[in-house]
């Protein structure tokens, strides 16, 4: 006889006076589990659904008592690796602040209170509504995807706040002009560049290539599958935009000719690609007497680069 079959049945006992029950796993893997019930009957359906899965050929799944915050949560940025999701920076960012408060704690323990919590403090830290929201859809996530691969079997509720947050305080030309003053040439064309054409900093311009830009056709192109939406999207060269792009075409060939190599960026550092420019930006606001270190440069927030702040420390 098999050790499979000789220990095929598992059984129930009882710790204090809550049902356990045990079974083994395909390879004779003991695993013990609660019910979290008195009635034998509950632990009976439980052991019964456990070595049903286990004769599909189902893996066992963790005990949901022992599963942690941290771990859905690791789960949650593997899931946005594999699919290519580009907000993966901002639900890493979630990620970090979400750990201050739930980290070690099982997750079946976490309630809608516990949520609640978790935003009242981070409101009181000043944080806006909008950002709570985004660290509360990745901890939703989370669990979403927790129960849909059964490692959960509910999750709590997760209401998210008002918003209020309409955008105001775009920059004029004129001060974009002045705050250029104080930025080194390509990042005062970078921001010239995100100005005129309305494009994100991060994910559309700092990345822009030659490649790109169509002189003969007179359009700048953003390929599908590298704008937030993932569609394509193509810019006319208007003049000032035409007048840009040929200032950085010249500087790119002088770059090119002192190095003996191609450079494909439309903006770079001596032939470097920009990855960000926070510093300098905020820098620059503050030489020009300007309060615009988190605003907007033209109609869409430019990945919120501009603004930072110190990562506070954990709450306990």
């Not at 709570?132 to 999750?155: D, H, I, K, S, T």
């Not at 192109?221 to 003049?239: C, Q, S, V, W």
């Not at 950085?248 to 090119?256: A, N």
């Not at 033209?298 to 420390?313: K, L, T």
């Amino acid at each position: 006889m098999s050790r499979r079959a000789r220990r095929g049945s598992g059984h129930l006992y009882k710790r204090g006076k809550i049902w356990w029950f045990k079974f083994f796993d395909a390879q004779g893997q003991p695993h013990w589990r609660s019910s979290g019930s008195r009635e034998r009957a509950v632990a009976e359906t439980m052991l019964r659904d456990q070595l049903g899965q286990r004769d599909r050929g189902a893996p066992v799944l963790p005990d949901p008592r022992r599963v942690v915050v941290d771990a859905l949560l690791d789960n949650l940025k593997i899931d946005y690796q594999l699919n290519g999701h580009r907000s993966y920076d901002r639900a890493h960012l979630s990620c970090r602040h979400l750990l201050r408060l739930f980290a070690g704690r099982a997750a079946a323990s976490v309630t809608g209170v516990d949520v609640a919590k978790y935003s009242s403090l981070r409101l009181g830290e000043g944080v806006a509504p909008a950002t709570v929201n985004r660290e509360l859809a990745a901890l939703r996530r989370a669990y979403r995807l927790a129960v849909r691969q059964g490692v959960l079997a509910a999750m709590p509720v997760i209401t998210t706040l008002r918003e209020d947050n309409v955008r105001t305080g775009f920059l004029e030309a004129d001060q974009v002009t002045v705050i250029g003053r104080h930025l080194k040439a390509t990042e005062a064309d970078v921001v010239r560049c995100m100005h005129v054409t309305g494009w994100r900093s991060r994910s559309e311009v700092f990345p822009l290539t030659w490649a790109q830009v169509d002189w003969a056709g007179g359009f700048v192109r953003l390929e599908p599958g590298t704008t937030k939406n993932r569609e394509g999207r193509a810019f006319p060269l208007i003049p000032p935009l035409r007048a840009l792009l040929e200032r950085r075409l010249e500087h790119t060939r002088r770059c090119e000719r002192a190095q003996g190599r191609i450079i494909p960026w439309v903006f770079h550092r001596s032939g470097r690609p920009i990855k960000s420019m926070a510093k300098a930006w905020r820098a620059a606001c503050k030489k020009a007497a300007l309060r615009v270190a988190s605003s907007t440069i033209c109609g869409g927030r430019p990945s919120g680069i501009w603004s930072g702040r110190a990562y506070p420390g954990r709450w306990r």
